[in-house]
């Protein structure tokens, strides 16, 4: 082999390396924009067409969990859980709820893809009714009246879920008061 070949060859070896490298690193990124982008978005989707709330409050109240159950990603056994899809794209939504639990709870608010943009629990509302307008990113063509004392909070998104918990020591005894508390929650357009 003559030395231009030879220097031919490895010329070519280090195209086929950068390449190799170039790809590796192509592929990289690929997996790397759908694990970080793609794939809360994919799950916050499925969540959201599998939500069914209920027809009066737009509520979806589980039962109480138990080890069978896996609606929501490894729920608490010491939780009693209320859903709300949202789809704030052509009107706000008014979020309330009264819940008078003997402990802790909370009401947080999922964007599309599944980033948490606001929460309120039971020391924050100082065990007074809870009572917000959900505001969606794009402007509304008529723009309703607020309600006086609602908090305004403006969606990142146009869709996503609301997941309100109440913590439960013993169900049995805490039935109707627990249960009360998440009945309280509601989710309707605001007009």
């Not at 009066?56 to 069978?68: K, N």
């Not at 794209?89 to 948490?116: C, E, F, G, H, V």
């Not at 013993?170 to 627990?178: K, L, M, N, P, Q």
């Amino acid at each position: 082999m003559t030395q231009a070949q030879s220097s031919a060859l490895a010329s070519s070896r280090r195209r086929l390396w950068a390449w190799r490298i170039g790809a590796t690193l192509a592929l990289a990124g690929a997996v790397h924009v759908l694990a970080v982008w793609a794939l809360p978005r994919v799950i916050m989707g499925r969540v959201l067409s599998a939500a069914q709330p209920e027809r009066t409050s737009g509520v979806f109240l589980p039962p109480m969990t138990d080890a069978s159950q896996r609606r929501i990603v490894m729920p608490s056994p010491d939780l009693l859980y209320a859903t709300c899809a949202f789809d704030v794209s052509t009107q706000p939504l008014r979020i309330r709820a009264d819940p008078k639990a003997p402990r802790y709870w909370s009401i947080a608010l999922y964007a599309d893809n599944s980033d948490n943009f606001f929460v309120i629990n039971d020391r924050d509302a100082a065990g007074k009714p809870v009572d917000i307008v959900l505001i969606g990113p794009k402007a509304y063509a008529q723009a309703p009246m607020l309600p006086v004392g609602a908090n305004v909070i403006d969606a990142p998104s146009s869709r996503g879920l609301l997941l309100m918990r109440v913590l439960v020591a013993d169900y049995a005894a805490e039935r109707s008061a627990v249960e009360a508390a998440r009945a309280s929650l509601s989710c309707e357009a605001l007009r």
